[in-house]
């Protein structure tokens, strides 16, 4: 099993910047690709960014340019840099993991909210 906590969700004007950090505990050597979603009311879950084991890295189009995801392995720690923030991205972000055989594991979520 894999343990997710968030942190460093908050409230932030229209074009600032916020760091968000996921801690994974537990199986950590099984995890393979680590990921941001968010879900806004009314809306379904969507991803955000994913990184792989390797590094490899995705976006989704709305985020590209503005968001970086990263992943500290000695540290058991993803990241998600978020510049130039919009009122669009408001949303309760959730990390992701997704183990080699296929178990997935959720965070409680961190509230992002980008007042206009």
């Known amino acids: 099993q894999v343990q997710l906590v968030e942190s460093g969700g908050g409230l932030v004007q229209s074009g600032g910047s916020l760091r968000l950090s996921c801690a994974a505990s537990g199986s950590i050597f099984s995890i393979n690709v680590m990921a941001w979603y968010r879900q806004a009311p009314g809306n379904q879950r969507e991803l955000v960014a994913a990184i792989t084991a390797g590094g490899g890295t995705s976006y989704a189009n709305s985020v590209k340019g503005r968001f970086t995801i990263s992943r500290d392995n000695a540290k058991n720690t993803v990241y998600l840099q978020m510049n130039s923030l919009k009122p669009e991205d408001t949303a309760v972000y959730y990390c992701?993991?997704?183990?080699?055989?296929?178990?997935?594991?959720w965070g409680r979520g961190t509230q992002v909210t980008v007042s206009s």
């Open positions: 992701n993991a997704d183990t080699y055989n296929l178990n997935r594991s």
